[in-house]
């Protein structure tokens, strides 16, 4: 499986319901129980398969931090990319993150998703750093 970028999340970027720059985006954990899907389009619909809250992790994920929107004129492209979130002292088996428009505190059934990130394989951590870092390229997202 790939990286999917959910058909509302671009949708939404477009319309100028997510703002990738002023808005709060956070990452969440999944579990290989998730199977990614275009149609997915609010946090409801992935919430089941969040990795547990615990060892480190908190619910709803992290707060992406330090977004950025950034020009590539040699490769002629614009992305978008952030701090790497990261899950210190933690236990976690993750496969999939999911990128988020938060429009709360915590997260909320009709929260917007916006990119579902692939590890090809679950990733874990036992009491160490869990960090998802952005392609040092393209970042999370680029057009």
Known sequence: MANVAYL???KSVLDGSIDLASDTLCMALLG????PSDAHSAW???SAQEVAAGGGYASGGAVLGSKQLLADAANRRAYFTSAAPLWPAA???ARYAVIYKRAGGSPAPSDRLLLCLDFGSTVS???GNYEVQPDATNGWLYI
Do not use: M, P, R
């Open 44 to 46: 409801s619909d992935v």
């Open 8 to 10: 509302d999340g671009k």
């Open 91 to 93: 236990t976690i088996s």
């Open 125 to 127: 951590s036992t009491n």
């Open 32 to 35: 290989a129980g998730y199977t």
